[in-house]
């Protein structure tokens, strides 16, 4: 499965919304379960993933709530409802529906305007 | 509190084994509840899955790397390896070791990474 997020890169203005988009080639759903086999993590500099958002919409115990996962199949979604200067980072997107064989997106920068 | 932590040689060769070592402490490797990971991230890019393997020794390897690439554990001395043969420039990236909970798919536990480049 292919992993493609938008945008690249985004500049948001403190205290405003970001919006990171990922597709993947096929649907990360388990019907079996009702489950989207999809993840984000954030990464700093130097430092290694954070998981964030796990089936695509559970925030992982710790994370701020305005970060918050949406969509199902094969379009996900992740949105800072309030961008913080401790968010700047790179944001990966990540499936596990083909396990053991992960994929992730290409990552998305997020800056400060 | 677990952690992973890789350790081995910074550069190597190219047509060489890159050979890194994962080291868990706070935990044991022998738990049933998790199996172990490898990822690398070239500089700048994204993040790659390499392999993993479970506490019976079975493994699976990205089909990718898969002629190339060896997971083997130590349970007893609490540590699992990655060997990588025949090594380019494209492997130049950071390495990374981690924990995955079996039952979720998640990973619980990251190491730091460890910087390998391909160079003469």
């Known amino acids: 499965i292919v992993m493609t997020q938008s945008p690249d890169s985004l500049a948001v203005s403190l205290g405003e919304r970001a919006t990171i988009n990922c597709k993947s080639s096929?649907?990360?759903?388990?019907?079996?379960?009702?489950?989207?086999?999809l993840a984000w993590y954030q990464q700093k500099p130097g430092q290694p993933p954070k998981l964030l958002i796990y089936?695509?919409?559970t925030r992982e115990s710790g994370v701020p709530d305005r970060f918050s996962g949406s969509g199902s199949g094969t379009d996900f979604t992740l949105t800072i409802s309030s961008l913080q200067a401790d968010d700047v980072a790179v944001y990966y997107c990540q499936q596990s529906y083909t396990t053991p064989l992960w994929t992730f997106g290409q990552g998305t920068k997020v800056e400060i305007k | 509190q677990v952690q992973l932590q890789e350790s081995g040689p910074g550069l190597v060769k190219p047509s060489q084994t890159l050979s890194l070592t994962c080291t868990v402490s706070g935990g044991s490797i022998s738990s049933g509840s998790y199996y172990w990971s490898w990822i690398r991230q070239p500089a700048g890019k994204g993040l790659e899955w390499i392999g993993r393997i479970y506490t019976s020794g079975a493994t699976n390897y990205n089909p990718s790397l898969n002629s190339r690439v060896t997971i083997s554990i130590d349970t007893s001395k609490n540590y699992f390896s990655l060997n990588l043969t025949s090594v380019t420039a494209a492997d130049t990236a950071v390495y990374y070791c981690?924990?995955?909970?079996?039952?979720?798919?998640?990973?619980?536990?990251w190491g730091q990474g460890t910087q390998v480049t391909v160079s003469s």
């Open positions: 981690a924990r995955v909970d079996r039952a979720s798919e998640l990973i619980s536990y």
């Open positions: 096929q649907s990360v759903l388990y019907s079996s379960n009702n489950k989207n086999y």
């Open positions: 089936w695509a919409s």
